[in-house]
């Protein structure tokens, strides 16, 4: 089986093939922007030409979420018009084909967690680009959606790290705590997307790390666990404003992951303990 998965040098990207490397796979082709550019749709079609894939991890993505605002086109190339351009020519090879997509799709004003079938509402650039993303995607058979939050991993940025330098910069900081969400493990996370593509259970999931928090309470752990010693405020969302509005409830449920009998992802705070463990934080 041959698997090509997009965004290597990312976060999850980067994971994903680790994890499928673990499993014993020989086939695997990790590739970056200058490996492929996935708006160029003849580039696109000349990579499967030559490459015939079995399976697309697709985890490339313009992910900088208020910088989307002001660069509507940019964002929308990529992550609409580069996921048609990997989806037409999945469809066309029959390749088994992945989407990451976000909770940005959803407005978060709901009051509980956030089913699949949940009508997308997303309030920023960025999260109708991933949501048009996913309606490219559903006209694959072959599909897995996959939405994910707050996502940390080894390789690359995130705010496990930022708030990790921000604590030998400052005395005290501010974080958000109005806003509720599920800290996600890359690690984690690509060993679900790897059990994903074993079977054709193909569908809508939610692939974050089981249990909820604020950005205060997540940022809380992170210094406790790391044994850092600095003032943190609460602070509301308004007092914090951002070009992209942000979802106040991210929680997602996990229901179709117990139906189609997939594991659920361990505990954030048992995934954080792990991931500082990993970069040699604790």
């Excluded at 698997?3 to 499928?20: A, F, N, P």
């Excluded at 956030?114 to 309030?123: F, G, N």
């Excluded at 604020?214 to 951002?242: G, R, V």
Aim: proline share 3%.
């Amino acid at each position: 089986m041959k698997i090509v998965v997009t965004g290597v040098k990312g976060q999850l990207g980067y994971d994903v093939v680790r994890e499928l490397n673990s499993r014993g796979y020989q086939d695997i082709l990790g590739i970056d922007i200058e490996d492929l550019d996935i708006t160029n749709e003849k580039n696109v079609v000349q990579f499967f030409k030559e490459n015939n894939p079995d399976v697309i991890i697709h985890c490339a993505a313009y992910t900088a979420v208020d910088k989307a605002e002001d660069n509507k086109d940019i964002c929308i190339n990529v992550n609409v018009i580069g996921t048609k351009n990997l989806v037409e020519q999945a469809m066309k090879y029959d390749s088994k084909f992945v989407y990451i997509s976000t909770d940005y799709v959803f407005n978060g004003e709901k009051n509980s967690s956030y089913e699949i079938d949940d009508m997308p509402s997303p309030q920023s650039v960025y999260g109708e680009s991933k949501y048009l993303g996913e309606l490219e995607t559903l006209k694959h058979d072959k599909h897995f959606i996959v939405r994910i939050s707050w996502v940390f991993g080894k390789n690359g940025f995130n705010f496990v790290k930022t708030m990790l330098r921000l604590a030998k910069e400052k005395e005290f900081l501010n974080v958000v705590n109005d806003q509720f969400g599920s800290p996600t493990y890359t690690f984690d996370l690509s060993r679900l997307l790897v059990d994903l593509i074993e079977t054709d259970r193909y569908g809508i999931y939610h692939g974050t790390n089981e249990g909820t928090c604020t950005w205060f309470e997540f940022t809380k752990e992170i210094f406790t666990l790391a044994n850092i010693n600095i003032l943190i405020h609460p602070i509301l969302t308004s007092d914090y404003p951002t070009k992209a509005k942000r979802p106040k409830n991210s929680m997602m449920s996990k229901t179709s992951l117990d139906e189609n009998g997939f594991k659920r992802l361990p505990n954030w705070k048992d995934a954080l303990q792990r991931y500082l463990k990993e970069i040699e934080v604790i």
